[in-house]
C-alpha cells in the first residue's frame, strides 16, 4: 500500500516556467489538499477538493491552479513560476470523517530561480 | 477562522527527560479535533497524536501524552524519557468537524533538539 505519493521530489525552474505537481493516493479517500511549507509559516493550504471534479481555494492560492479529474490523482500546477513560489510542498488525503487521520506525501522541494 | 499558535519556534531537551510543547488555537465551535503531526528531517509528516473534543480524557501514545484544556483552548505535547529519534519539528493542528472536508489548520511548528 502506497499511500500519497508526490512527483517529482525535487525541481528547479526558471522564472516564468510551468510545471505540474502530481499527487496519487491508493486509499480511495474522498478529500485531498495541497499545502506549502516554508520556514517559520508552517503548513498553509493552497487548494483542496472534496471530491472528484470539485477543488476549491485555500489560504494562498493566487499563482496555482488545481484539477481533480480521477479520484486518486490531485494535480497542482504553476503557470508561471515565480521565486516567491520557492518551497516545499506536500499532498495529503483524509476520509470523510474530520477526526481520521490526514495522510501526507513525502514532499517536494521547488525552487525557482 | 480557526487558527492555531505555537508559541515555542525552538526548544531543547536532554536525552530521557521530559519537554512540553505548547499549542493554542482560537475557535467558536464546541466540537473538533486536534492533532500533533512530527516532521523528522526526512520531511514525512507522522502522526503523533490526536484528541477529540468532546472526550475529557487526556489522549496518550506510549511516552507522547497532551494535555488538553478546552476552556483555556490549549493544547500541549509531553513528551517523556526523550530519545535522539523525537528530534524534529511538531505541528499542532486543528480540524472542524462541522463538514467532512475541511482541511486541517496549522500552527507554525516548534523544532525540538535532543541533546545527548
Known amino acids: 500500500n502506497a499511500g500519497v505519493t508526490q512527483t517529482p521530489k525535487f525541481r528547479v525552474l526558471k522564472t516564468g516556467q510551468s510545471m505540474t505537481l502530481l499527487c496519487a493516493q491508493d486509499?480511495?479517500?474522498?478529500?485531498m489538499y495541497w499545502y506549502r511549507q516554508d520556514p517559520g509559516m508552517g503548513l498553509r493550504l493552497i487548494h483542496y477538493s472534496v471530491g472528484e471534479g470539485t477543488t476549491a481555494k485555500g489560504e494562498v492560492p493566487d499563482g496555482y491552479n488545481v484539477s481533480r479529474l480521477k479520484k486518486q490523482n490531485f494535480l497542482l500546477g504553476l503557470e508561471s513560476a515565480a521565486p516567491s513560489q520557492t518551497s516545499v510542498y506536500f499532498c495529503?488525503?483524509?476520509?470523510?470523517?474530520?477526526?481520521?487521520?490526514?495522510?501526507f506525501g513525502q514532499g517536494t522541494r521547488l525552487t525557482v530561480v | 477562522a480557526q487558527t492555531v499558535t505555537q508559541s515555542q519556534p525552538e526548544m531543547s531537551v536532554q536525552e530521557a527527560e521530559t519537554v512540553t510543547l505548547s499549542c493554542t488555537y482560537d475557535?467558536?465551535?464546541?466540537?473538533?479535533?486536534l492533532f500533533w503531526y512530527k516532521q523528522p528531517p526526512s520531511r514525512q509528516m507522522i502522526l503523533v497524536i490526536r484528541q477529540e473534543a468532546y472526550k475529557q480524557q487526556n489522549a496518550t501514545e506510549n511516552r507522547f501524552s497532551v494535555n488538553f484544556q478546552k476552556a483555556a483552548k490549549s493544547f500541549s505535547l509531553k513528551i517523556s524519557d526523550s530519545q535522539l529519534g523525537d528530534a524534529a519539528m511538531y505541528f499542532c493542528?486543528?480540524?472542524?468537524?462541522?463538514?467532512?472536508?475541511?482541511?486541517?489548520?496549522f500552527g507554525k511548528g516548534t523544532r525540538l533538539s535532543v541533546i545527548a
Open positions: 495529503a488525503s483524509t476520509k470523510g470523517r474530520a477526526n481520521t487521520e490526514a495522510f
Open positions: 475557535t467558536s465551535e464546541s466540537d473538533y479535533y
Open positions: 486509499m480511495n479517500h474522498e478529500y
Open positions: 493542528a486543528y480540524r472542524s468537524p462541522n463538514s467532512g472536508n475541511t482541511p486541517l489548520v
